[in-house]
């Protein structure tokens, strides 16, 4: 097992929940509600249930508006519903696991957000003062001060240009 902490971000989990949703190409024919099994008699007073030994059936249970709804399953495709059920269930893991996940993108889509506007924030408030850029990466010193003596010109320009020019 690894005892690193990966870092968790907004991008790694939208890229989860994407391949989430990928395989939700991969479920098959589903179907919700319960599978339970009903044991019961049928009348027949020669019949074996009478002296014990109930008769057993299928049925798939679920709900319309509240009120609980059965169906009998026959017994020729008792096993084809059972698998309908099981990609149900796993239809409900993976929403349920996107939901999870896509409530984890707000909740952080918040702090990256602000982190992101926090430091934009902190650049441009330094940008104007070359000596209190700290940075060491020559290319981005260079581009730093270009940017800044184009930045210079084109406000020079504008206050000639807008007869404001005992201002430059």
């Known amino acids: 097992m690894n005892n690193y902490k990966l870092k968790v971000n907004i991008a790694w989990l939208k890229r989860k929940r994407d391949g989430l949703l990928k395989n939700l190409g991969d479920i098959g024919p589903f179907i919700d509600g319960s599978i339970v099994k009903v044991s019961r008699r049928c009348g027949n007073k020669n019949c074996k249930c009478n002296l014990g030994e109930k008769h057993t059936s299928l049925y798939l249970q679920y709900k319309v508006a509240g009120v609980t709804k059965a169906v009998y399953i026959p017994v020729d495709v008792e096993e084809e519903v059972k698998k309908w059920n099981q990609e149900y269930k796993k239809l409900k893991e993976i929403i349920k696991e996107i939901s999870k996940i896509n409530k984890s993108i707000i909740s952080r889509y918040v702090s990256e957000k ?30 730093q001060t270009l940017f800044n003596l184009l930045t210079y010109l084109l406000m020079q320009l504008y206050l000639v240009r807008s007869d404001m020019g005992e201002l430059s």
Not at 117 to 123: G, L, P, T
């Open 114 to 143: 602000r982190t992101k506007i926090e430091e934009r924030h902190r650049q441009l408030k330094g940008w104007w003062n070359l000596t209190s850029f700290t940075s060491t990466s020559f290319p981005l010193v260079n581009t």
